[in-house]
């Protein structure tokens, strides 16, 4: 039996660090019939310059739907004369095209619900319509400023902008389908036919799918056998973008933000990425090989336009990546599974556009609540609940904010989630109470397999009520994983998500099992829904296991761990009377699942190179819309420096979910334990997080609303400036102008930043300014061990508070400071403040105060600058505030405004003016000196002023 590297810690007792996966556990695309199948026949296509795809619409069966924004059409291959396809061509809102091939009455049907889970609903078809010009060719779609061309024969899509390709479909002829047959009917053997095809003799298929059956019946990895009853099903497409030089996105893996090469002169890895959530603790930390989670979104992107591509699939899937041209275009290769092919094409041309277009299918990270950005204090395990209140008071003790205490498995008895283990958790609803009492929160886990044991009540009842996953032989599907033999619910059917809701219902008098001993302040942790299966194929389950509605688990695999995070989120949302945002965190995702809460990276190594590789993560799980991402600080394996440690914060400080995680095998390391002068640094790095809350909130909302991630690379935001297409080490959070560059290297002094443009910026810490240049260039930012390199760039208003205390729901009334960080100019800056309860969703009515602040030069010349705070909201629809027009209008007298109307601005801090202002009585002055090269920039701070955040006001700084 396999063990997973868990289970093999917890039989043998012992780990060594640092700890290795072993990665022979998991296939090669070598090992797996259909990659082997679709790879080889790209190269048979490479290979012969005569190479012509086989399928092709039939142009008598072209079919357009009212209202004038759809297509379908017959295609069939050349190849199987017998077998009929359908094309459907929708195009979309926001000038999305969707591109859907099916099997049309085969054998079976193909899984077609991929886009029911994902898709946040029915995509609205572009109004009113698009204009079709037929031609002899080929038919083409005219809307926005693209064109959708449509080629007869061969099939091609082509997405095309101002007369250049922006994307291709089947531009190189690797499309293929394979159709539902019998054993029998196996495919000729001959491949010398395929010279024959290529002059003129269409009855054969061996030169298109290969001499022969290849793994189509059954396949063998290891001890596993994988009994294929559907046969082969896979499908295969070529994606191409002619005119762009970086392609980003399809997380997750653990490596550069910008996708290298698999195949061609520059080949970097020798296997494809892969899309299939795996359960691969201490992964290498540079490879394409598949990790927790999976979502099939790509960025195409050049100097002239960003396109994406969404390739709906929920299968396994490999992707192979070249450069046809060096920094100039991309050609990409997407062998899946089964399922149909549906395709979404993104337009953009901008980054954000294309955010905002992959969010309107499968729409936003919701704005969390607010405690869930602070800092998350985690290990496997806090032992008791003794345990947990002496970590909420040692926190207390040495000053240091920490809004959540994580509960791993061993509260549970004998992992059976929902049953404290009575021993040492006698207590949980008085422990969650005493911690709310201090404004924090705890975190448990559930993990999505039962314990197959009659004495627990979730299992027993899931079993009655036939919500379990089966085998291939209809009987429910057993395996190991942490409780033993477990058995694993099956959220594909919707009265397993509805009964899960109940399970957590705190006042439900409904039937069944309630989790009493459970408080509105406990949240949750859904790990291991890959799902991990210890003694399962590559660590997961059997793909001829069977789910709700007969579907393999090959068919829905990817999709699976969503589910378990959809439904546990909605739980929490609906536990009380009052809906209130919930938190969970799943290690799991794929398209949509930012929908339902955080994720994280998973079982990372404490090492150099794990903490660099956790950044690019972070960015490219947002680039798919999974923003709300972190990874664990400090390991999860092994037991770090303390130099390490503390410039881990440093990361965990810049990630959206900042949660410090640990192996039971480890060293606590809890930032309390750390001698001096460490434990200085650590307390300031997370008071550094706390009074930088309004800017993570700031950027959530944002993110809520537009899709663009909360931490944005490089390219995001200058997509124009080539010099940053490869930087995947630094990043700005949301658009609050800050940009920060952790440093994930030992005995560091100073680190080099790039500036992309003309524009001043200044140390965070010491102000001292770094001037940008047309073109980019590097600068040099201070960094001991204490400074992590963070940089306001001119021109912004950043909203921060500065006295940081225990917990993010003690500084709810607290007052703020505005950092004005002038432009270049010296005379203009803007910033915004976006503030509600943090905890329901009563900003969807308007409860809600969102502010912008604007300094600018005064109208009588330059000796002046206004600082002004107006009201954002009012003048804002409630669909760019938070992302539908969920209220009518905005009443600045609202309740929450109301709430907050003695919190006041207490200071602004101005950096960058050129002249020393007058002194003036009113304001408190405390000028630093002048000059803006690489020296200090100028600092006025105007202390004691007591403005309200609620009113509008102006302040007049005269020099
Ligand atoms: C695996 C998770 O990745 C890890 O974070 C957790 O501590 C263990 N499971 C035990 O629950």
Known sequence: MLLSCFAAALVFGQLSFPFAFDPSDFKTCPQVGFCRRGRALAKRATESSQWVSPYSVRPESVVLSPPNASLSAQVFSSLYPGIRFELQVDVLEHGIARVRLDEVNGMRRRYHQAASWALVAEPTLMAPGVVWRFEE?????????????????????????????????????????????????APSTALSEYQAVLHGNTESNGWFEGGEADGYWEETFK???????????????????????????????ATSLSLRETTGGNQYFSEPFRLYNNDIGGYDADSPMSLYGSIPLMHGHSTESTVGVFNLVASETWVDIFHPVLNKSTATHWISESGIMDIFL?????????????????????????????????????????????????????????????LDIQYSQGQKYFIWDNQ????????????????????AIIDPHLKTSNDYPIFSEAQDKGFLVKDAEGEIFVGQCWPGSSAWLDFFNPQCQNWWRGIFSLNSTADGWRWAE????????????????????????????????????????????????????????????????????????????????????????????????????????????????GSDVGGFFGNPDPEMLVRWYQVGAFSPFFRAHAHIDTKRREPYLSAEPYRSMLRDILKLRYSLLPVWYNAFRE???SGIPVLRPQYVVFPKDSHGFEIDDQFYIGGSGLLVKPVTLPHVESAEVYLADDQVYYDYFDHQVHQGAMGGRYVTVSAPLAKVPLLYRGGSIVPTRLRPRLSSSLMKKDPFTLTVALDKTGSTASGELYLDDGETYTFEQGELVWRKFIAYPSKDGQASLIVQNHN?????????????????????????????????????????????????????????????????SSSLTIKNLGVRVVDDWQILVQW
């Open 137 to 185: 060719s080929g038919i083409r779609a005219l809307y926005d400023d693209v064109e959708l061309e449509i080629s007869y024969a061969p099939l091609t899509v082509k997405l095309i902008r101002a007369g250049r390709e922006e994307l291709v479909l089947n531009g190189r002829g690797l499309l293929h389908l394979e159709h539902f047959r019998t054993k029998t009917a």
């Open 223 to 253: 001890a596993w056998t994988d009994s294929k009853p559907k046969g082969p099903e896979s499908f295969f497409i070529d994606i191409d973008f002619p005119h762009h030089s970086h392609v980003y996105g399809i997380p997750q893996h």
């Open 346 to 406: 993104l337009p953009g041309p901008t980054p954000d556009l294309v955010f905002t277009q992959y969010a309107s299918l499968t729409g936003t990270a919701p704005l969390p609540a607010y405690f869930a950005l602070g800092y998350h204090q985690s290990r496997w395990n806090y032992i008791s609940s003794q345990d947990v209140r002496d970590v909420s008071r040692r926190f207390d003790a040495e000053n240091m904010p920490m809004d959540v205490v994580w």
């Open 424 to 443: 040492s958790f006698p207590d949980p609803v008085e422990m969650a109470d005493e911690l709310a009492a201090a404004g924090r929160k705890v975190v």
């Open 872 to 936: 954002l909201a009012s003048h804002t629809s409630a669909r760019d505030i938070v992302g539908g027009a969920k209220f009518q209008f905005y009443d600045g007298k609202n309740a929450y405004a109301r709430e907050i109307d003695s919190v006041y601005v207490e200071q602004i801090i101005i950096l960058g003016l050129k002249e020393e202002p007058k002194r003036d009585l009113e304001i408190d002055y405390r000028g630093g000196s002048y000059g803006m090269n690489n020296v200090l």
């Open 518 to 629: 459970s408080t509105d302040n406990t949240f949750i942790w859904n790990d291991m829904n890959e799902p991990s299966v210890f003694n399962g194929p590559e660590l997961t389950m059997p793909k001829d296991s069977v789910h709700y509605g007969g579907w393999e688990h090959r068919d829905v695999h990817n999709i699976y761990g969503m589910l378990f995070h959809k439904a546990t989120a909605s739980a929490l949302v609906h536990r009380t009377g009052t809906m209130k945002r919930p938190f969970v965190l799943s290690r799991s995702f794929y398209a949509g699942s930012q929908r339902f809460g955080a994720i994280w990276t998973g079982d990372n190594l404490g090492t150099w190179e794990h903490m660099a590789a956790g950044i690019r993560m972070i960015l490219s799980d947002g680039i798919a819309g999974m923003t709300f991402s």
């Open 703 to 705: 993110a809520s609303v």
